[in-house]
């Protein structure tokens, strides 16, 4: 009989047939439910993530405002592929959340709205400069991060926009259309994060670089024949982690943001050409639509701050479900 009302005990443990204890009396006196060890603060404090507690590294946020962590004022960042799409719309974020911003572009004069994102940056006590630079000229490169750098003092985070896309039949690439697209995508990119991470260790200032992907760089889209494309995006994704490795000891992390399908003014003469993709391209993710450049704002802003702080190495795909069918 004893073994049988053991075992019968056994089970309700595990069913939670068993009463339980009050919540309250369950809590720890910090306020962790899974039973961490006890702070010798309050619940209130020890719960709170802003105060006067210094995290081991010294970075310490103040109550001067809600979310803190999202904040990039007083940082210089570097956005290339910013003189329009989401390049440009990226940066105003930045701009809002307090960065100086310097936008890098191989175009004669950016969009015309790059203007009005100057203005904006007056308006909100920082700024927005123009600098033409192809990232495939590594001298410009290098020289351009140096002036940067020394006219601030630092440089504290990385957005690499700038690629190109191609549509090409696999049995129809050139040796020239594949090395243009490797050229931009990846050694550009690659050429571009290693300018700007030199210079961050020669005045030893840690920061944060967010490579853009593609979700194609871990699928093969549809009915779209861009082989050279998906594998530099592919590339630009494994140049991440590896950078993160590297450079990770230097306080310097590396992410990826990969976008789905995005309706920008370049798209629109895709949609004239072939009409069906503006139909069949929303059924192809899990919300139904395709996405806009304001979208992936917020993203950029969560990367290159210390809400950040503890990932490197990852991809942020950000894709409406395509690519979790």
């Known amino acids: 009989m004893s073994r ?22 369950r809590v720890k006196p910090n306020g962790n439910l899974l ?12 719960r709170s993530f802003h105060g006067t507690a210094s995290r081991p590294d010294g970075l310490t946020f103040g109550n001067t405002g809600r979310l803190p962590e999202f904040s990039l004022k007083g940082k210089v960042i570097i956005v290339t592929g910013a003189g329009r799409g989401l390049g440009l719309v990226q940066s105003e974020a930045l701009l809002e959340a307090g960065a100086k911003v310097y936008a890098v572009d191989r175009l004669e004069e950016p969009d015309p709205d790059f203007k009005r994102v100057q203005e904006r940056a007056q308006e909100l006590g920082t700024s927005l400069s123009f600098n033409r630079l192809d ?36 049995l129809e690439s050139t040796m020239e259309d594949t090395d243009r697209m490797v050229g931009v995508n990846i050694s550009g990119t690659f050429m571009t994060a290693q300018a700007v991470a030199r210079q961050m260790r020669r005045l030893e200032t840690p920061g944060s670089m967010v490579l853009i992907a593609s979700m194609s760089g871990t699928i093969a889209n549809k009915g779209l024949n861009c082989a050279a494309y998906n594998a530099s995006k592919a590339g630009v994704i494994q140049l991440a982690r590896n950078l993160a490795m590297e450079w990770g000891k230097y306080g310097i992390r590396v992410n990826t943001i990969s976008p789905g399908y995005i309706v920008t003014a370049m798209t629109a003469p895709l949609f004239e050409q072939f009409p069906e993709r503006k139909v069949n391209w929303p059924t192809e993710n899990m919300l139904g639509r395709l996405s806009y450049p304001e979208e992936y704002r917020g993203a950029a802003v969560f990367l290159l701050s210390e809400a950040s702080s503890f990932m490197t190495g990852a991809d942020l795909r950000m894709d409406g479900g395509h690519a979790a069918w």
């Open 4 to 25: 049988a009302v053991n075992r019968l005990a056994s089970r309700a443990l595990v069913s939670g047939l068993l009463p339980k204890a009050p919540l309250a009396s």
């Open 35 to 46: 039973g961490a060890q006890s702070s010798s603060r309050s619940p209130a404090t020890s």
């Open 135 to 170: 990232v495939r000229d590594n001298i410009s490169l290098n020289a351009t991060m140096a002036r940067i750098a020394d006219e601030n003092g630092r440089i504290d985070g990385l957005l690499a926009c700038a690629g190109i896309q191609q549509e090409t039949p696999a």
